[in-house]
């Protein structure tokens, strides 16, 4: 693999391993195994030493995994080792996981970026395209804290309409959780472990004419790969005052109410990685949060975003005809399983967020930025937070799926 990191940069790049044997589970394991398969890792380090991140520039910048705990402490991302070890290529999708990556949307539809122009859109044909799966973003600085990589994007929707995309994309340890998630009216409390970091995602319209409805309009997609586990609940707040359907439960055929409870404001997605399901929230009914908890481990997840002002419509990404492609949603979750070629990408959960549409001129560039907050300490604690940030009951959410 080609040297990705400038030299000049790589001194001001933390980069650490594995003194004596690296335990599989670890982040330091994690760290190891993706500088042994030749990913030139970038490590962000926080001031404590024991909030780290991975950002692999060779796939697009991604967040491969963060911990809370230091380099013996387990990781929060899910990470294919087993596909990195055998070292193939795929024609369609690369699953290397991790728990932040780039995607560019829609996936279906008129104007999908995954699919042949005329080509069924069945799992048979989809393909991500090599420029947000195995193509190198280039690094145009880094600190021990950030680092900023660009790309150009030089490809056809599945209308055959030529885009060329300039992307730019950063990647930032955040010092303050809570003023992230409160404007600093909520407290940390003693014994929670904490890491954030922001990225933000910027596409430049690099070509001569405009995107539009009648072109089609890509669209920011982060998705973030996360480890499933029996005892693992996505959870979303919705507008309970929303007047269509709160959450589109039918992307790989309706979700069974074993695995989906939307009342009182809040959405519940089982996670397990035993059925492939997929959930997501249009606008009005998506707020600006969703989370993940995983009751066992006692670990709280939040993705924050940024809601543009404005009268925004989102990409449509589901797949085949679309009686209008631009009535997407905002939040998505997913939970792996068997598709329907008798395969398996992980198992892996995803929580995704989606920028609006971009309709852009010529240079004009739309912006989508995300925070990720992991959160691990006594549940009593993480209660107090999710209540505060989310109005939720933990409780609730780490019960709601036993006896389903």
């Known amino acids: 693999m080609r040297k990705i990191i400038p030299s000049l940069l790589a001194a001001q790049v933390a980069f650490a391993g594995c003194e004596g044997p690296c335990e599989p589970g670890t982040y330091a394991y994690d760290l190891k195994h993706l500088q042994d398969c030749g990913f030139e890792p970038v490590e962000l380090v926080g001031a404590d030493g024991l909030s780290r991140l991975i950002v692999v520039p060779a796939l697009q910048g991604r967040v491969m995994t963060s911990t809370t705990g230091g380099l013996k402490a387990p990781g929060y991302g899910w990470i294919n080792h087993k596909y990195m070890d055998e070292g193939a290529r795929s024609p369609q999708f690369n699953p290397y996981g991790g728990e932040e990556r780039f995607w560019i949307g829609p996936e279906g539809g008129p104007f999908s970026w995954y699919f042949a122009p005329g080509a069924g859109q069945t799992y048979a044909n989809w393909r991500v395209p090599a420029g947000i799966d195995t193509e190198a973003f280039e690094v145009e600085s880094a600190s021990g804290s950030a680092i900023v990589l660009t790309h150009r994007l030089d490809w056809n929707n599945a209308s055959g309409r030529r885009f060329i995309i300039d992307v730019k994309r950063s990647v930032e340890l955040v010092d303050d959780a809570a003023a992230v998630l409160s404007g600093g009216a909520l407290a940390i409390p003693d014994g929670v472990r904490v890491i954030a970091y922001r990225t933000v995602n910027t596409l430049t319209n690099g070509g001569d004419s405009a995107w539009d409805a009648e072109s089609g309009m890509p669209s920011v997609w982060l998705l973030g790969c996360f480890t499933p586990t029996p005892t693992t609940t996505v959870f979303i707040p919705y507008d309970k005052f929303f007047g269509g359907k709160p959450v589109n439960d039918e992307y790989f055929g309706k979700v069974p109410a074993d695995r989906l409870v939307v009342e009182d404001g809040m959405v519940y997605f089982k996670i397990d990685g035993e059925f492939r399901s997929k959930i997501g929230l249009p606008k009005g009914s998506a707020k600006d949060l969703c989370g993940s908890y995983d009751s066992a481990r006692k670990v709280l997840t939040i993705l924050k975003y940024t809601v543009p002002e404005g009268d925004n ?27 329907d070629t008798g395969t398996l990408m992980g198992p892996f959960y995803e929580i995704e967020t989606s920028s609006p549409a971009a309709r852009l001129a010529p240079g004009e560039s739309l912006t989508h930025t995300q925070y990720t907050i992991h959160m691990e300490g006594p549940e009593a604690a993480l209660k107090q937070i999710a209540s505060a940030v989310f109005g939720a009951d933990l409780d609730k959410v780490g019960s709601m799926f036993d006896n389903k």
């Open 313 to 339: 419509v989102y990409v449509n990404g589901q797949w085949g005809p679309q009686d209008d492609p631009f009535s997407g949603d905002v939040i998505n979750s997913y939970n792996d399983g068997v598709t």
